[in-house]
C-alpha cells in the first residue's frame, strides 16, 4: 500500500493561465461596476416623466445604489424594468 502525497502537486500549465484570466475578468468587471454606479447620478437628473419613459421610477435608483458593490447597478435596474414591463403585461393581458 502506498501514500500518495498531494502537496508536492503542481497545477497543470493550462490551468494557470485561466485563473489569471479570471482574476483580470473579476478586475474589470469590478470597474465597469464602479462605472456604471457614477453613472446612476446621471440618471437622477432626469426628470420623472423621462424615468418613466425607460421604465423605472426614482426609488428605483435608490435600489440600484444600494445593492451590493460586486453587482452592476444597471444590470440591476435592467432587472427592476424588465420585472415592471413584465408585470405591466400580465395586468394587461388580464384586463382584455
Same mark, same amino acid.
Given at each position: 500500500?502506498? #501514500?500518495? +502525497?498531494?502537496?508536492?502537486?503542481?497545477? &497543470? #500549465?493550462?490551468?494557470?493561465?485561466?485563473?489569471?484570466?479570471? %482574476?483580470?475578468? @473579476?478586475?474589470?468587471?469590478? %470597474?465597469?461596476?464602479?462605472?456604471?454606479?457614477?453613472?446612476?447620478? !446621471?440618471? @437622477?437628473?432626469?426628470? +420623472?416623466?423621462?424615468? $418613466? +419613459? %425607460? @421604465?423605472?421610477?426614482?426609488?428605483?435608483?435608490?435600489? #440600484?445604489?444600494? $445593492? &451590493?458593490? @460586486?453587482?452592476?447597478?444597471?444590470?440591476?435596474?435592467?432587472? %427592476?424594468? !424588465? #420585472?415592471?414591463?413584465?408585470?405591466?403585461? $400580465?395586468? $394587461?393581458?388580464?384586463?382584455?
Amino acid at each position: 500500500m502506498t #501514500a500518495l +502525497d498531494h502537496s508536492t502537486i503542481e497545477r &497543470p #500549465a493550462h490551468v494557470r493561465p485561466a485563473l489569471g484570466l479570471r %482574476i483580470v475578468n @473579476g478586475v474589470a468587471k469590478f %470597474i465597469r461596476s464602479w462605472r456604471n454606479r457614477r453613472e446612476i447620478y !446621471q440618471l @437622477g437628473e432626469m426628470s +420623472d416623466a423621462q424615468l $418613466a +419613459d %425607460i @421604465g423605472l421610477v426614482r426609488g428605483d435608483l435608490h435600489v #440600484a445604489w444600494n $445593492a &451590493p458593490l @460586486g453587482i452592476d447597478p444597471t444590470e440591476h435596474l435592467g432587472w %427592476i424594468a !424588465q #420585472a415592471r414591463r413584465r408585470a405591466d403585461e $400580465a395586468l $394587461a393581458r388580464r384586463m382584455l
